[in-house]
């Protein structure tokens, strides 16, 4: 007699964790082997570490039949697994198979404590299968029924999400006693006043702490070894990942992959959904205020594959002009790929819009969203997003650690541009198939401790929760352009506050901002100065360079005085010397 999930359920509540991975292993010996002569290769299922044979079979036939599955593996702990797929599946009709919430089943078996992620992808080839081999036996008419149905549910699914909410109330004191490196004395005798929050944001002790609990107390590699240091380093990096994906409203954190960052991200796309898809002759769009990650990878795209760069125009204050969004997107538009918010003039890019009218053309939205995901709610799923990028050290997070964020249907169709140990699902001397996304995506070793504690830094960021920091951070925002405003020959770039997020980049005609970040420096005033990695939208400016600084949670509106007292003491010494 088959063993039912209910009493496997059972069981595995009764047992404590470490027996629990016996107990599998148990369920294992207990399945009936496979003969020689049944282990063929067409029953073969891609994407196990080990070998995994599984074929199905009409208990019933009908447009909607009564399936049994059998299956056989080489490794005692997959024929485990292979027992509670059997138990959830056998015996149901092929919609229902369909429909069925399987990873319920693995939620409450906690099966990601047991087995290593990339059993995990084995796990869900074999799912794959049975739900393929459950679609291919539906009569036609009976197919677009169900198809109808678990989209739905899919839908309802994702909307039941709690939203997150803001449960430490935020105070700037308070958060900036977090950061260390702010609370320093610098050499004359005061603190850093640090407004480059957009090049990289500084961390929380919190996020230090997390670094060094890793290093300190159980680092190993990845995905690798099922000892407890590597195990809990797994855990720890897909607990990161989770919180990622509600970060950002992701449906599955298997649609977020680690990658370097942003800058890796964008090109990964840029490369790999172009890849097989482009043709002469095809359309990209993005907008002249792109910083160059977002840029230069879609010229060379566009040059590669015989593609047009076509360009959103921007209004005279810094927004997008999107008057003419429907004579630039046509049937030719693959691709249209635009920042959040613009690492320049701050403008916030309206997301929903351009992704429905992208859509409605039949191409997919990139989203660069290094500057707005760190200070602005994210949902890729309410803002129709296909794509998503950002870096880790932008949202209080270490360096050398990045999301890849794509829609599940978009990452499993899409081409990786890394090859090498852990994205493969099966290597022969002639050719290579790819894991499922996300590992497709993270070949060879990953920035292990920097993932983890990007979890840390969602986490921080969370507490308080990303509109208490927003509106923090646009009170600072609206004080600078007051500010700055009232000094002379002031320009100010971008568009008025309610359209801007926590940058503010200026020029004055007769201060070069070379020489102001020198004397910046004197009072500790960190700002950025230069092009900002944004030559194009310099161009359309008609200046080579800007000063810009940019606010993050830590920051206070006495920093901000500090700045303008700063601007007018530098003026004053400069145009003395010139005069
Ligand atoms: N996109 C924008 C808008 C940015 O501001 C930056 C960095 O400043 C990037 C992309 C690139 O990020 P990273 O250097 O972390 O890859």
Known sequence: MQITTEEIFEEFEQLDPRDQSQYLLELGYDLPRFPPEAKRDCDLVHGCQSQVWLTGSMAESGDDPVLTFQADSDAEIVRGLITILLASYSGLRASEILAFPITDVFDRLRLKQYISPQRHNGLQGMVDRIRTIAAESLAPSVAATVKTKVQDRATADHHSKPASTSIRPFDVDEVRRQFPVLNQILANGRPPVYLDSG???????????????????????????????????????EAA???IADFIGASASEEVAFVPGATAALNMIAFGWS?????????????????????????????????????????????????????????????????????????????????????????????????????????????????????????????????????????????????????????????????????RFEAGTLPIVQAIALG??????????????????????????????????????????????????????????????ALFDLNNVFTRHGHHCTMPLHDLLGVSATTRAS??????????????????????????HSS
């Open 199 to 237: 090049a990289s944001a500084q961390k929380p002790q919190v996020v230090i702490d997390k670094e060094r609990e890793v290093e300190e107390q159980y680092f190993a590699n990845a995905y690798r070894g099922r000892y407890s240091f590597g195990a809990r380093i797994d855990d720890e990096l």
């Open 241 to 243: 990942r989770q919180k």
């Open 275 to 439: 890849s097989g898809r482009l043709q002469p002759g095809d359309e990209i769009l993005i907008t002249p205020m792109e910083h160059h990650a977002n840029f230069v990878p879609w010229q060379q795209v566009a040059h590669i594959h015989g593609a047009i760069l076509k360009f959103i125009p921007l209004t005279e204050d810094g927004r997008l002009d999107l008057t003419s969004l429907d004579q630039l997107l046509t049937r030719r538009t693959k691709i249209v790929a635009v920042t959040g918010m613009s690492n320049v003039l701050g403008t916030v890019t309206p997301i929903r819009q351009l992704s429905d009218a992208a859509h409605a053309v039949g191409a997919v939205l990139v989203v660069d969203g290094a500057q707005s995901v760190p200070h602005m709610p994210t949902d890729v799923v309410a803002d129709g997003i296909d794509f998503l990028a950002f870096s880790g050290h932008k949202v209080y997070g270490p360096t050398g650690i990045g999301v890849l964020y794509g829609r599940q249907s978009l990452l499993s169709e899409m081409q990786p541009m890394m090859f090498g140990g852990h994205m493969i699902s099966r290597v022969y001397s002639d050719h290579s198939e790819w894991a499922p996304p996300p590992a």
């Open 456 to 517: 840390t830094a969602i986490d921080w960021v969370q507490q308080y929760g990303l509109a208490a920091i927003h509106a923090h951070e646009q009170r600072l925002l609206e004080l600078a352009a007051t500010e700055l405003q009232s000094i002379p020959n002031m320009t100010i770039y971008g568009p008025s506050t309610e359209h801007k997020g926590a940058i503010v980049s200026f020029r004055m005609s007769d201060i070069h901002p070379e020489d102001l970040a």
């Open 551 to 576: 606010f993050a949670a830590y920051n206070t509106e006495a920093e901000v005085r500090i700045l303008v007292d700063s601007i007018r003491e530098a003026r004053e010494r400069l145009l003395r």
